[in-house]
């Protein structure tokens, strides 16, 4: 008899990698010399004779099973056979358990097909096009598995060769396409609902590992199974047992990605993935190449790895958004500034944060063209050459908006001229929207609580700008 402990390692080999955990609940023995050597038809007899059980994928093994015959003539002989897709059962032939037989038949029974369904000869289906435009409804129905006609590379097909699910000499994996439809399955398919465990193996979930601070990663409900644990290179194991590793960051500088590694010895493998150490600092920012006497958003754009939060400083301008009105402001990647010093610009500096600690300052100097104040018409930011322009920016009644200079633009539909607004407060909710459709146009602001709005004017560009309503 085989070592069952030896057959689920296997198995999970291949299908932890997608999240499924297989255990062993233990063997049985049939006395029954009849099941030794099983021809086809009496596969069905021992699969439906009382001996499954039912919270379980009841995997039997025998000595023989049938050959194959074609016009007469021998071709092969059967070693493995699942009761149905999906199914609770299956048979393996006795040499057949370590190898990839073994997988393949509990595919079948989480719900795959072969990978020639419907293309093969003796197959049943709609064969899946060799382009794949019916992936999804047609072959094996996963559209990450190629067409494949079971005949390798030829007549136009270029199979998976070391696919599980088809029948090539080298069969190693399963796509995340074939994960995905066997998750499914497990969680959806009727005849496969008592096999899911309420008990299953999982890993603590870690955000960030600092230093000299120490973590602890836990395993729960690891039954007998004994765990060696590793890191990355960037991640010091303080100490270690089965169920658990206590890490921290290798030193005060090994900061980046960052991950600890359980294999158990029933084959099944945890990898959790972490941010080592402070975030990384803010590379850039992204905004508008000169900001008007209105508010521009400016964004984190690049660098600010392992960043939960950001602090940031304005000297020279206002943040609004979020609703602050302060120079100081911490919490996301994006701001909204409206800049008082006229010609001056302003200054930013923003730094990233997380529980580790905090990045180095990144600053950055953003000039301004504020020709206006009060009624003076005041500028887009999103036009430098052909601005709208919007007056007066404090306003109790009427907010005129005139876009003629944009109209002229060639990338605008001269006929139509029409453009979409949206007005929000500063808490980010519509308050007002609607089409304007002329040159020269008012937008009724007469029954808006007083305070700062925020206008957006939407054409094939999209222009943001700031009001105030008194």
Same mark, same amino acid.
């Given at each position: =008899?085989?070592?069952?402990?030896?057959?689920?390692?296997?198995?999970?080999?291949?299908?932890?990698?997608?999240?499924?955990?297989?255990?062993?609940?233990?063997?049985?023995?049939?006395?029954?010399?009849?099941?030794?050597?099983?021809?086809?038809?009496?596969?069905?007899? +021992?699969? *439906?004779?009382?001996?499954?059980?039912?919270?379980?994928?009841?995997?039997?093994?025998?000595?023989?099973?049938?050959?194959?015959?074609?016009?007469?003539?021998?071709? %092969?002989?059967?070693?493995?056979?699942?009761?149905?897709?999906?199914?609770?059962? +299956?048979?393996?032939?006795?040499?057949?358990? +370590?190898?990839?037989?073994?997988?393949?038949?509990?595919?079948?029974?989480?719900?795959?097909?072969?990978?020639?369904?419907?293309?093969?000869? @003796?197959?049943? %289906?709609?064969?899946?096009?060799?382009?794949?435009?019916?992936?999804?409804?047609?072959?094996?129905?996963?559209?990450?598995?190629?067409?494949?006609?079971?005949?390798?590379?030829? %007549?136009?097909?270029?199979?998976? $060769?070391?696919?599980?699910?088809?029948?090539?000499?080298?069969?190693?994996?399963?796509?995340?396409?074939?994960?995905?439809?066997?998750?499914?399955?497990i969680n959806s398919e009727s005849v496969l609902q008592n096999i899911k465990s309420t008990f299953c193996t999982q890993i603590s979930e870690v955000s960030t590992v600092c230093y000299p601070q120490t973590t602890t990663v836990t395993?729960?409900?690891?039954?007998?199974?004994?765990?060696?644990?590793?890191?990355?290179?960037?991640?010091?194991?303080?100490?270690? @047992?089965?169920?658990? #590793?206590?890490?921290?960051?290798?030193?005060?500088?090994?900061?980046?990605?960052?991950?600890?590694?359980?294999?158990?010895?029933?084959?099944?493998?945890?990898?959790? @993935?972490?941010?080592?150490?402070?975030?990384?600092?803010?590379?850039?920012?992204?905004?508008?190449?000169?900001?008007?006497?209105?508010?521009?958003?400016?964004?984190?754009?690049?660098? #600010?790895?392992?960043? *939960?939060?950001?602090?940031?400083?304005?000297?020279?301008?206002?943040?609004?958004?979020?609703?602050?009105?302060?120079?100081?402001?911490?919490?996301?990647?994006?701001?909204?500034?409206?800049?008082?010093?006229?010609?001056?610009?302003?200054?930013?500096?923003?730094?990233?944060?997380?529980?580790?600690?905090?990045?180095?300052?990144?600053?950055?100097?953003?000039?301004?063209?504020?020709?206006?104040?009060?009624?003076?018409? $005041?500028?887009?930011?999103?036009?430098?050459?052909?601005?709208?322009?919007?007056?007066?920016?404090?306003?109790?009644?009427?907010?005129?908006?005139? +876009?003629?200079?944009?109209? *002229?633009?060639?990338?605008?539909?001269?006929?139509?001229?029409?453009?979409?607004?949206?007005?929000?407060?500063?808490?980010?909710?519509?308050?007002?929207? %609607?089409?304007?459709?002329?040159?020269?146009?008012?937008?009724?602001?007469?029954?808006?609580?007083?305070?700062?709005?925020?206008?957006?004017?939407?054409?094939?560009?999209?222009?943001? =700008?700031?009001?105030?309503? @008194?």
């Open positions: =008899m085989p070592n069952t402990n030896n057959i689920t390692v296997e198995l999970n080999e291949f299908f932890s990698p997608h999240n499924i955990a297989i255990n062993n609940l233990g063997t049985d023995f049939i006395d029954n010399t009849n099941f030794l050597q099983v021809d086809e038809g009496e596969h069905t007899t +021992l699969m *439906n004779s009382g001996f499954d059980v039912p919270n379980a994928i009841n995997y039997y093994i025998v000595d023989e099973l049938w050959d194959v015959f074609e016009s007469g003539v021998l071709i %092969g002989s059967v070693t493995g056979v699942a009761d149905g897709i999906p199914s609770n059962s +299956l048979i393996v032939r006795d040499d057949r358990v +370590l190898l990839a037989t073994s997988y393949h038949e509990v595919g079948h029974c989480l719900n795959l097909y072969h990978t020639f369904q419907g293309t093969s000869p @003796n197959t049943s %289906g709609c064969a899946e096009a060799i382009d794949g435009s019916n992936c999804s409804t047609c072959g094996d129905v996963v559209c990450d598995t190629p067409a494949d006609s079971n005949v390798g590379n030829s %007549g136009g097909f270029t199979p998976d $060769l070391t696919n599980i699910m088809s029948y090539y000499n080298t069969r190693d994996h399963f796509t995340d396409g074939q994960g995905v439809r066997m998750r499914y399955a395993l729960s409900n690891i039954g007998g199974a004994t765990t060696v644990w590793s890191s990355s290179s960037n991640v010091q194991i303080v100490s270690s @047992n089965n169920s658990s #590793a206590t890490i921290r960051e290798l030193n005060s500088s090994s900061n980046g990605d960052g991950w600890v590694k359980a294999v158990l010895s029933n084959g099944i493998t945890f990898q959790e @993935n972490f941010y080592v150490g402070k975030p990384e600092t803010v590379l850039e920012l992204s905004h508008v190449p000169t900001f008007g006497c209105t508010m521009g958003e400016i964004n984190v754009s690049s660098g #600010a790895s392992g960043a *939960n939060q950001f602090e940031w400083n304005i000297s020279g301008g206002t943040i609004v958004i979020p609703n602050v009105n302060s120079n100081n402001y911490t919490g996301g990647g994006t701001i909204f500034v409206d800049p008082i010093d006229g010609p001056y610009g302003f200054t930013v500096k923003v730094r990233a944060k997380n529980t580790c600690g905090d990045s180095v300052w990144y600053t950055k100097h953003i000039p301004t063209d504020c020709s206006g104040g009060g009624g003076t018409p $005041l500028r887009g930011t999103m036009f430098p050459d052909n601005d709208i322009i919007l007056y007066p920016n404090t306003v109790s009644q009427t907010i005129f908006v005139n +876009l003629n200079s944009i109209n *002229n633009q060639s990338n605008f539909d001269s006929n139509e001229k029409k453009y979409a607004y949206q007005l929000y407060n500063l808490n980010g909710i519509l308050v007002k929207k %609607g089409e304007l459709s002329n040159n020269k146009f008012g937008i009724d602001v007469s029954n808006l609580e007083k305070g700062r709005y925020i206008l957006k004017i939407k054409g094939t560009e999209k222009e943001t =700008m700031h009001i105030i309503v @008194n």
